[in-house]
Nanobody
Framework: EVQLVESGGGSVQPGGSMRLSCAASGFTVRSPFSNFAMSWYRQAPGKEREWVAGIIGNGRATKYADSLEGRFTISRDNAKNTLYLQMDSLRSEDTAVYYC?????????WGQGTQVIVSS
């Protein structure tokens, strides 16, 4: 069974940077990590979960929520079965629980989330 485990969250001051990781496991030769499109979502207190960024299986195409204004970068290392989210110029409104999401041919998986707090 595929499992996704996020890490790298914590507290940071406004303007700072943070890198989140999502370690993925449970893949097989028939359904390798590189087949899965991956995304980051986030959920701020009192708000609905929102999509942040996505990347296709081979990593050659990415997409971002317009609200990020180019501050975040999604990437993946298929050799390590790991997804990343580099977050720069962090703002208080980026405070949320960040979730890793994987999907392929109707299968989808979520991580348990990692908390990011941006505060002075």
């Amino acid at each position: 069974e595929v499992q996704l485990v996020e890490s790298g969250g914590g507290s940071v001051q406004p303007g700072g940077s943070m890198r989140l990781s999502c370690a993925a496991s449970g893949f097989t030769v028939r359904s390798p990590f590189s087949n899965f499109a991956m995304s980051w979502y986030r959920q701020a207190p009192g708000k609905e979960r929102e999509w942040v960024a996505g990347i296709i299986g081979n990593g050659r195409a990415t997409k971002y929520a317009d609200s990020l204004e180019g501050r975040f970068t999604i990437s993946r290392d298929n050799a390590k079965n790991t997804l990343y989210l580099q977050m720069d110029s962090l703002r208080s409104e980026d405070t949320a629980v960040y979730y890793c999401y994987a999907t392929w041919i109707g299968r989808e998986y979520w991580g348990q989330g990692t908390q990011v707090i941006v505060s002075s």
